[in-house]
């Protein structure tokens, strides 16, 4: 394979890392988020025992179970990636590589490993 092919592949597969990278970030926002709504709903309960009546209300009703983003909660966020630009992306990746690098991975990888390993 020529070296312009295998840089193409190499820097294909590094931005599909990366991507895979956010989608990490994208669960660690999920699972945050939900944590965080967990302990609202705390805070709403113990504003409540305190008497704190008024303000249980206005974090209940402003915060608690709010959606993060117009009409989603942070786990349709995480469905849409993965549903779209992520399967998108991953299928787009696996038909170059199929067609170019019969369909190995870490091309790029390996030819830097050939080159830069010591006898």
């Known amino acids: 394979m020529d070296d312009a092919t295998v840089e193409a592949l190499g820097l294909l597969s590094q931005a599909l890392e990366t ?3 956010a989608r990490g970030r994208l669960y660690d926002f ?3 988020t939900g944590n965080a709504d967990k302990a609202v ?3 709403v309960r113990r504003l409540r025992e ?3 009546h008024d303000q249980a209300d206005l ?3 402003e915060v608690q179970g709010a959606d993060v983003l117009p009409g989603m909660w942070t786990f349709q966020i995480v469905e849409a990636y993965d549903d779209g630009y992520h399967r998108r992306f991953v299928a787009a990746e696996q038909q170059v590589r199929d067609a170019l690098g019969k369909g190995r991975t ?3 990888e390996a030819e830097m490993k050939r080159r830069r390993r010591t006898t």
């Open 30 to 32: 999920h699972q945050l």
């Open 50 to 52: 305190a008497g704190h």
């Open 41 to 43: 709903g705390e805070a």
């Open 19 to 21: 991507t895979e990278r």
């Open 106 to 108: 870490h091309i790029a």
């Open 59 to 61: 974090v209940e009703r």
